[in-house]
């Protein structure tokens, strides 16, 4: 389809700049221009107008869109700025935008940015799925890049990884990614991205996993801040319908900023013989300050054996807490498949592992309709 553009923007250079930039991209073509709002309001509709690309910078922006939805309820409107605020993605969609872009943009970025909303719309549902330990080697870094994977496969949708485990994250060494930019970039970029540029800072492992890979340097955790962090999260919401999100072990600023932008927080650790059961008690006494703790703060135990409901009512009645998935002990299949850059879910879909992992996927996929609806 071709793209019959009206673009309204106050400033003459920065008009007559992104002109060009519609002129020279394919599919798009410059119905009509305008530097004032009231005109394109009054005058624009004999042009028929299929995108309205709509300068946020000047005006009380709610209003505006919504006066523009309402003159245009066949077009798609896309917001042009000089720099992203996430906090009113929500407000720009419920007025009626469908994503927005920073000014000046060039051409591919505009393609992206009309393919991202034909795909989805701004602010998709997206929940948001943070992996938290009490100690380290919890196995959930192992957990996480399967559970993308198998979450992917089940839904079809978007899928996206954030390893904010600043130090030592090492979700790229798992995918076998020496990543161009990583969450120091993201973050650093952050005020000036819109989330359609922002995508480009995630590496694609597959048609619908992103990963947006962690520091390369543990010293590094200094230039990520944590409202920029947090900033991230919410942009990145936007882009995918399940984002997961890798954290430091333990209670620190960035677990615990991270952990309170998610729909889920699943505290995880490694069934070792030692004192999980006791870790995994008092960091749960921690998250019992949320008022809705066990439905949104959950228990996952790794390395189980043997990995059987049993064991999994067992764990549950030491811990006195909800168990919500129990993933077996197979070494071997994770450390080769993470020697290939692979996952275990996807090599051998039929391993207990592989499975655990998916029964755990549709549990997630299937969260907002209960089994009873479902069957
Ligand atoms: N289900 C499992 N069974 C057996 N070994 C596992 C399992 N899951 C992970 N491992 C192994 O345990 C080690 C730690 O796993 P992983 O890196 O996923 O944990 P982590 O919690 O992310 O650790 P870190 O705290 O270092 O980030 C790895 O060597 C991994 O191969
Ligand atoms: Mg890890």
Wanted: with cysteine; net charge negative.
């Amino acid at each position: 389809m071709d793209y019959r553009v009206m673009m309204v923007e106050k400033d003459r250079l920065m008009l007559q700049k992104l002109s060009g930039v519609i002129d020279r991209t394919p599919g798009f073509t410059m119905a009509v221009r305008y530097q004032n709002t009231s005109d394109a309001l009054g005058q624009g509709k004999m042009f028929n107008p299929n995108l309205i690309l709509l300068d946020i910078d000047h005006e009380n922006t709610i209003p505006l869109i919504e006066s523009f939805h309402e003159s245009y309820p066949h077009a798609d409107i896309l917001c042009m700025a000089e720099e992203w605020q996430p906090e009113s993605a929500s407000h720009l969609v419920a007025a009626g935008a469908c994503g927005c872009l920073i000014k000046p943009f060039n051409g591919v970025e505009l393609q992206d940015a009309v393919k991202e909303f034909a795909q989805a719309g701004l602010e998709k549902e997206c929940e948001t799925l943070v992996f938290f330990s009490p100690k380290g080697k919890s196995g959930k870094t192992t957990l996480i890049a399967n559970l993308a994977a198998a979450l992917a496969r089940r839904t079809h949708e978007q899928v996206g990884i954030i390893d904010a485990d600043l130090q030592f994250g090492d979700m790229a060494v798992f995918f076998n990614l020496t990543p161009q930019s990583t969450i120091v970039e993201a973050t650093r970029d952050i005020r000036f991205l819109s989330p359609v540029t922002l995508k480009r800072y995630f590496v694609p492992v597959s048609k619908r996993v992103h990963v947006l890979c962690g520091t390369t340097r543990p010293n590094y955790i200094d230039k990520v801040s944590i409202p920029a962090l947090e900033n991230l999260i919410r942009m990145s919401k936007s882009l995918f319908r399940y984002l997961l999100i890798d954290v430091p072990p333990g209670f620190n600023p960035t677990s615990i900023s991270a952990a309170e932008a998610s729909t889920t927080t699943y505290l995880c650790a490694m069934i070792n013989g030692a004192y999980e059961i006791d870790h995994m008690r008092k960091a749960l006494e921690i998250f019992k300050d949320w008022p809705d703790v066990e439905e949104r703060a959950k228990v996952i135990f790794t390395r189980v054996s043997p990995c059987t409901e049993e064991m999994r009512r067992k764990l549950e009645t030491q811990l006195g807490y909800p168990v919500t998935a129990i993933i077996p002990n197979e070494y071997l299949v994770v450390s080769h498949a993470a020697d290939n850059g692979q996952m275990a879910t996807e090599i051998q879909p039929d391993n207990p592992l592989a499975k655990s992992v998916d029964r755990l996927a549709e549990q997630i996929a299937g969260h907002r309709v209960p089994e009873r609806w479902s069957t």
